[in-house]
T-cell receptor, first 111, second 112 residues
Framework: DTAVSQTPKYLVTQMGNDKSIKCEQN?????MYWYKQDSKKFLKIMFS???????INETVPNRFSPKSPDKAHLNLHINSLELGDSAVCFC??????????FGPGTRLLVL | AQSVTQPDIHITVSEGASLELRCNYS??????LFWYVQSPGQGLQLLLK??????LVQGIKGFEAEFKRSQSSFNLRKPSVHWSDAAEYFC??????????FGDGTTLTVKP
């Protein structure tokens, strides 16, 4: 059973479009994250939710909006996609010992 | 605010040779320290972690790391590297506020 899953795995889209990425975890964790990894493989946190409540919101454009319908799901919606948004987006969840469990990533390419 | 430095961007070792990846952190209190590995096209996977107690921690795949408070370091080691160890390695420091800060990563290449 996949612990943290993301869909889609690949997302190729035109500039200006709006797109969503979905994440689900079946580990029973209360806390979930969205990270962005750029072409140099630098990993930066974007958002964190704890029990559906936003607790971390790093410096991310307002075009990025997370939504957590329940504690097992954390989706990411991106409006008006720009070329610079191309990256790999990782979802993760965290256990009580601070260990994070990562999804396989969504490779976002904006043309 | 916490920070993590991985001084080596890229390391190349021969298969069978020993490996040490460096990690230095900055955090005011006792940190939670982690090493994660990312294979090509994959997400990050936990190798090992340190919370407290024994400063030498063992992880999966034959890796170990040593926490040295005096040097603010948490270096990762493996006595004999396998070709399958080629990957990106990330050191991270976590707080009990739930935020982990990751280093910029070290790319490991293994020569046959």
């Amino acid at each position: 059973d996949t612990a943290v899953s993301q869909t889609p795995k690949y997302l190729v889209t035109q500039m200006g479009n709006d797109k969503s990425i979905k994440c689900e975890q079946n580990l029973g964790h209360d806390t979930m994250y969205w990270y962005k990894q750029d072409s140099k493989k630098f990993l930066k946190i974007m958002f964190s939710y704890n029990n559906k409540e936003l607790i971390i919101n790093e410096t991310v454009p307002n075009r990025f909006s997370p939504k957590s319908p329940d504690k097992a799901h954390l989706n990411l919606h991106i409006n008006s996609l720009e070329l610079g948004d191309s990256a790999v987006c990782f979802c993760a969840s965290r256990d009580l010992q601070e260990t994070q469990y990562f999804g396989p990533g969504t490779r976002l390419l904006v043309l | 605010a916490q920070s993590v430095t991985q001084p080596d961007i890229h390391i190349t070792v021969s298969e069978g040779a020993s490996l040490e990846l460096r990690c230095n952190y900055s955090y005011g209190a006792t940190p939670y320290l982690f090493w994660y590995v990312q294979s090509p096209g994959q997400g990050l996977q936990l190798l090992l972690k340190y919370f407290s107690g024994d400063t030498l921690v063992q992880g999966i795949k034959g890796f170990e790391a040593e926490f040295k408070r005096s040097q603010s370091s948490f270096n990762l080691r493996k006595p004999s590297v396998h070709w399958s160890d080629a990957a990106e390695y990330f050191c991270a420091v976590g707080t009990n506020a739930g935020k982990s800060t990751f280093g910029d990563g070290t790319t490991l290449t293994v020569k046959p």
